[in-house]
């Protein structure tokens, strides 16, 4: 493998879901290693075209207008090299084939998993955290959540005219896998009466109070922010072990909002409808706050290469943008910060 001071050749892959602000890093990445006339490489749909060959330049053109996009151009994928038989030849292969020098992983806990593993393998690379949950160690935020709460606070804006109007109980879940970040921030952004988030389990009875409690203080209408991850407290656990299976699977949760608001409405006797924002979180147009961020991690990255930094992450730590070991991104999830629950807690009722 060549040193940092003869680096020309650079690829760049996108895996796991897809997040606002994937382009801005792209952007960044090919801008930058401009500067030191250094070919950038589009590695399609995450490792699977590590592993199938499947990369090509990128050039000034082809990032041109891509700033605004949602997704990613060049595609993404949940592949990983080394399920079951890892794929180290076929990266040795393609790596030698297409003249490699490192690359730059983007990707959340899955992804960069997967990256250490590589790296240690001998193959130079740096990862950048992207997540809308914003929930991986090392970075005080990731990409994508912010407008993923921007998305979310909107939904609620909107939906607190029809609560107020029909006199309804609005159950919103949001995404979170395991963390209750975008529930929180979106929560109090939204004005939301009621959040609920995976590190503090709730209880119905509790919920039902704080609805009827407002109901005799004149707010017939209540909005309550649900992650998708979010558990009933095990003293006052409703769920059956079919919906249990089904709302927390692994791969791919949703689910607890439809099932809160039937008991809502079953113990208060108030019509209570559920909207679950699903997908509609990390697609579209990324906002300024994320634009920018992605831009300074796409640009730190290709210092990092330069400064021979592998094995670490480009993060932000308060307004710094630093380098931390891969290991430690991945060392668990990020949970919630208690301070900013509290902030949420002090308008729930």
């Known amino acids: 493998m060549n040193s940092p001071s003869?680096?020309?050749?650079?690829?760049?892959?996108?895996?796991?879901?897809?997040?606002?602000?994937?382009?801005?890093?792209?952007?960044?990445?090919?801008?930058?290693?401009?500067?030191?006339r250094i070919r950038v490489l589009g590695i399609h749909h995450g490792w699977r075209g590590l592993i199938e060959g499947k990369i090509e330049p990128l050039t000034r053109y082809s990032i041109s207008g891509i700033l605004p996009r949602g997704g990613t151009i060049i595609g993404t994928s949940r592949i990983n090299p080394l399920e079951k038989d890892p794929k180290f030849e076929r990266i040795r292969h393609n790596w030698e084939k297409f003249g490699l020098d490192a690359i730059i992983v983007v990707g959340g806990e899955g992804t960069l998993s997967a990256s250490l593993d590589v790296w240690r393998n001998g193959f130079p690379l740096v990862g950048v955290p992207k997540t809308i949950d914003n929930d991986l160690r090392g970075t005080d935020y990731t990409f994508g959540f912010d407008t993923a709460v921007s998305i979310a606070a909107e939904a609620l804006d909107r939906l607190h005219s029809t609560a107020e109007s029909h006199d309804r109980v609005m159950v919103v879940e949001v995404m979170g896998r395991h963390a209750g970040w975008i529930a929180a921030a979106a929560g109090i952004a939204g004005g939301a009466d009621i959040v609920l988030v995976p590190e503090h389990p709730f209880r119905l009875s509790k919920?039902?109070?704080?609805?009827?409690?407002?109901?005799?203080?004149?707010?017939?209408?209540?909005?309550?922010?649900?992650?998708?991850?979010?558990?009933?407290?095990?003293d006052e656990w409703f769920l059956t072990e079919e919906e249990e299976k089904t709302v927390y699977q692994h791969t791919r949760m949703g689910g607890i909002g439809e099932i809160l608001g039937r008991k809502i409405e079953e113990k208060t006797g108030i019509a209570t409808r559920v909207s679950i924002l699903g997908y509609i979180q990390r697609g579209g147009t990324p906002t300024a706050f994320d634009r920018i961020l992605a831009t300074r991690l796409g640009i730190k990255a290709v210092d990092m290469i330069l400064d021979g930094e592998f094995g670490k992450m480009a993060a932000i730590r308060g307004t710094k943008m630093v380098s931390v070991p891969l290991a430690e991104a991945i060392s668990g999830v990020k949970p919630l910060d208690e301070e900013l629950y509290r902030a949420a807690q002090v308008f729930f009722g």
């Open 6 to 36: 003869e680096i020309r050749t650079i690829g760049v892959l996108t895996g796991g879901g897809d997040a606002p602000g994937l382009n801005a890093v792209l952007r960044a990445v090919v801008r930058r290693a401009m500067h030191d």
């Open 207 to 234: 919920i039902c109070e704080i609805i009827n409690q407002r109901k005799k203080m004149g707010r017939f209408f209540s909005i309550i922010v649900v992650a998708e991850d979010a558990h009933p407290h095990s």
